[in-house]
Nanobody, 125 residues
Framework: QLQASGGGLVQPGGSLRLSCAASGRTSNHNPIGWFRQAPGKEREFVAAITWTDGTTSYLHSVKGRFTISKDNGKNTVYLQMNSLKPEDTAVYFC????????????????????WGQGTQVTVSS
């Protein structure tokens, strides 16, 4: 249902663009979220966007560096990550709920039902 790609190894200050291709039911579920999980840490919300009107939300520490966007025609959500820092190192997952989430539920991974396979992002010199 969700296919994430685009991770890799990048130096601090570098950029990466992640993609999340949605198919089937998830192509109109709102929002599509990006989460990340570093070793030994809990999975945390990074950003989300709605298919309908493009409303977005970001983790405070990535605001101004990351941009989430969508292409409805391709059923794909992107996460452009600039000015990457070592603390951004994690496995990144895209996720979708079973229907539509209210805004206050966007930030909790427990509210998302469909998950992509994860893509590793490593920021290191």
């Amino acid at each position: 249902q969700l296919q994430a790609s685009g991770g890799g190894l990048v130096q601090p200050g570098g950029s990466l663009r992640l993609s999340c291709a949605a198919s089937g039911r998830t192509s109109n579920h709102n929002p599509i979220g990006w989460f990340r999980q570093a070793p030994g840490k809990e999975r945390e919300f990074v950003a989300a966007i709605t298919w309908t009107d493009g409303t977005t939300s970001y983790l405070h520490s990535v605001k101004g560096r990351f941009t989430i966007s969508k292409d409805n025609g391709k059923n794909t959500v992107y996460l452009q990550m600039n000015s990457l820092k070592p603390e951004d190192t994690a496995v990144y997952f895209c996720a979708a709920p079973t229907g539509r989430l209210i805004r206050s539920s966007w930030y909790g991974p427990q509210y998302y039902h469909y998950w992509g396979q994860g893509t590793q992002v490593t920021v290191s010199s």
